[in-house]
């Protein structure tokens, strides 16, 4: 995992390099079989960060901390930055989360959308805490996941590890001042459960549901799918959003031990399987206040179900390529959407 002022511990992929893949992350799972000498096009390919860090009520500590994560992304040469639930703060009850929410056109979006455009990359902005336009009617807000175009012109080429950390805009484009919002998906299905002794949660006291599911957004590193934390046990989600073109679905997450430990990365992997898409999970880790601890684990899976990228113990990045040629072949070698009997079970679309 890579940290901001050069120190690097419990590095498990800083890059990722697909010849062959059985040599891709040593110390990791690949369930390939014969599958492992997959290999494909040598050229350059988009990098992606994902951001594993500690949030707590503490607003500014966490914006704080984000920003140098962001930072030493671009610095590294990543087009698109993926930050976990919760990145603006963790409360410590129901009414504190609320007193600190904010709406969109607040303070601290204009904030990110400002590191945006100053660090020349998308940011994936996973589980805002939003007040709606119906807040002052509902007292309840909005989980909402963020996605931020640095320059809100469309999409440049993607710059590369040890290239340039911008992309020039089009000579007639005028720079905007902050990046721009390129989507808003509101969390859909909300955490209400309990496991007797262990985890109690009831999302929907504060919380309102989204009502629909954002179409796949064109990106630098391709076409993203939209969802949030809990939003991964419902498999339905991720259908339709591959169905819609997607060819990467993010899970920006806050899972608690008792169920990271059992259901996280047999999840991530089986929606990257079943999709034949990349997977990116940014995650809350550690203790974030005297309640709660986070389960951490932040990952990156390809369309083999193959964990490429993994986070360690605490804040920091990992680092992954998305290889489109690659996710091709998958799915032109097992042509699973093709081989879906819509005439038995329906289509799950948008």
Same mark, same amino acid.
């Given at each position: 995992m890579y940290r901001p002022g050069g120190q690097s511990e419990g590095v498990l992929l800083s890059a990722v390099l697909r010849?062959?893949?059985?040599?891709?992350?040593?110390?990791?799972?690949?369930?390939?079989?014969?599958?492992?000498?997959?290999?494909?096009?040598?050229?350059?390919?988009?990098?992606?960060?994902?951001?594993?860090?500690?949030?707590?009520?503490?607003?500014?500590?966490?914006?704080?901390?984000?920003?140098?994560?962001?930072?030493?992304?671009?610095?590294?040469?990543?087009?698109?930055?993926? &930050?976990?639930?919760?990145?603006?703060?963790?409360?410590?009850?129901?009414?504190?989360? &609320?007193?600190?929410?904010?709406?969109?056109?607040?303070?601290?979006?204009?904030?990110?959308?400002?590191?945006?455009?100053?660090?020349?990359?998308? &940011?994936?902005?996973?589980?805002?805490?939003?007040?709606?336009?119906?807040?002052?009617?509902?007292?309840?807000?909005?989980?909402?996941?963020?996605?931020?175009?640095?320059?809100?012109?469309?999409?440049?080429?993607?710059?590369?590890?040890?290239?340039?950390?911008?992309?020039?805009?089009?000579?007639?484009?005028?720079? &905007?001042?902050?990046?721009?919002?390129?989507?808003?998906?509101?969390?859909?299905?909300?955490?209400d459960v309990e496991l007797e002794g262990r985890v109690t949660m009831k999302e929907s006291s504060f919380t309102n549901p989204g009502t629909e599911i954002v179409p796949p957004i064109s990106t630098p590193a391709g076409r993203l799918g939209l969802s949030i934390c809990y939003d991964l046990r419902f498999p339905e989600i991720s259908l339709a959003l591959r169905h819609a073109g997607a060819e990467i679905l993010t899970y920006p997450s806050a899972f608690t031990f008792p169920t990271g430990s059992a259901h996280w990365e047999v999840l991530l992997r089986a929606r990257a399987i079943e999709t034949q898409c990349y997977v990116v999970a940014a995650a809350q880790t550690g203790r974030n206040h005297e309640g709660r601890v986070s389960y951490g684990h932040t990952l990156v899976a390809d369309p083999w179900g193959t964990v490429v990228a993994q986070c360690s113990e605490g804040p920091g990045l990992c680092y992954a390529e998305i290889d489109l040629e690659y996710l091709h072949r998958v799915r032109r070698e097992m042509p699973v959407q093709s081989h879906r009997r819509a005439d038995l079970y329906g289509t799950v679309g948008l």
């Open positions: 010849l062959p893949l059985h040599r891709l992350c040593p110390g990791l799972r690949s369930p390939l079989g014969s599958h492992q000498a997959m290999a494909v096009s040598l050229g350059p390919k988009p990098l992606v960060a994902v951001g594993q860090v500690t949030s707590t009520p503490d607003k500014e500590q966490n914006f704080s901390g984000c920003a140098a994560l962001v930072r030493a992304a671009a610095r590294r040469g990543a087009c698109l930055v993926f &930050l976990p639930e919760g990145f603006d703060y963790i409360g410590r009850d129901s009414a504190q989360t &609320l007193s600190l929410a904010e709406s969109l056109d607040g303070e601290l979006m204009a904030r990110y959308s400002a590191l945006a455009r100053d660090c020349g990359v998308w &940011l994936s902005l996973g589980g805002f805490h939003e007040r709606g336009a119906d807040w002052p009617s509902t007292q309840r807000i909005y989980n909402c996941h963020v996605l931020l175009d640095p320059t809100g012109e469309p999409p440049q080429p993607c710059p590369m590890e040890g290239g340039p950390v911008t992309c020039p805009p089009t000579p007639c484009a005028p720079l &905007l001042l902050a990046g721009r919002l390129a989507a808003a998906y509101r969390k859909t299905h909300l955490c």
